[in-house]
């Protein structure tokens, strides 16, 4: 996503979930000038990623409830809680607990969610009309969306190991293999699959 989230210069950034989506927001907040950055991920692995390339704040899920996670970014952003929160889990369940930690007038972002994963319990008035919360559903970006993506990963090549993105790389006869790694995301970010079989 490129426009319309609500990034902005000294605007306080959540990330849940720091897979390659996760972690490219990660870089876009860091980039447009975040005031603090929090990304938030069960994955040891991910969330080192997520501080190589400019969180200033990483929260892992494992040994924490919501209430912890939720009561550490507000900690984190003076009380106030976070300018936008962007969701990259794939996992429903990280909706209302990001909802939580949205600022009032915040804005909440589902980005991560492609398919129908069920559903969440969302109370309207609490979580999103007493705090004046914007939510959005960022999906289908046009083809233009990705050149000005190339065009900014090029722009800073240099201040980011972007070489390190790309953990794995299989050929289309080793899809199986590729799949399996892609999920094992303690030891992975980012599978590439090759169209030659070499």
């Keep these: ?37 929090i990304a938030i991920d069960r994955s040891d692995l991910r969330l080192q990623f997520a501080r190589d390339f400019g969180a200033d704040h990483v929260i892992s899920l494992k040994g924490t409830t919501r209430a912890q996670r939720v009561e550490a970014v507000r900690e984190l952003t003076e009380g106030r809680g976070a300018d936008v929160i962007v969701e990259c889990t794939g996992v429903a369940e990280a909706i209302p607990e990001g909802l939580e930690m ?8 589902v980005a991560g969610v492609f398919a129908d994963v069920g559903d969440v319990p969302i109370n309207p008035h609490r979580h999103m009309l007493a705090n004046q919360i914007r939510l959005l559903g960022m999906t289908n970006h046009p083809p233009t969306g990705y050149v000005s993506s190339m065009r900014l990963l090029n722009k800073f090549k240099k201040t980011f190991p972007l070489d390190r993105f790309v953990t794995h790389s299989y050929p289309v006869n080793q899809i199986e293999k590729a799949m399996a790694t892609a999920f094992d995301i303690d030891h992975c970010m980012k599978v590439v699959i090759t169209p030659s079989n070499s």
Excluded: C, D
């Excluded at 902005?8 to 870089?27: D, E, F, K, Y």
């Excluded at 949205?102 to 972002?109: C, D, E, H, K, L």
């Design 1 to 37: 996503t490129m426009g319309g989230e609500g990034f902005g210069s000294g605007a306080n950034v959540v990330i849940q979930g720091v897979g390659p989506m996760g972690l490219m927001h990660v870089l876009k907040s860091h980039i447009l000038g975040a005031g603090r950055i």
């Design 102 to 109: 949205a600022r009032r007038g915040g804005t909440y972002v």
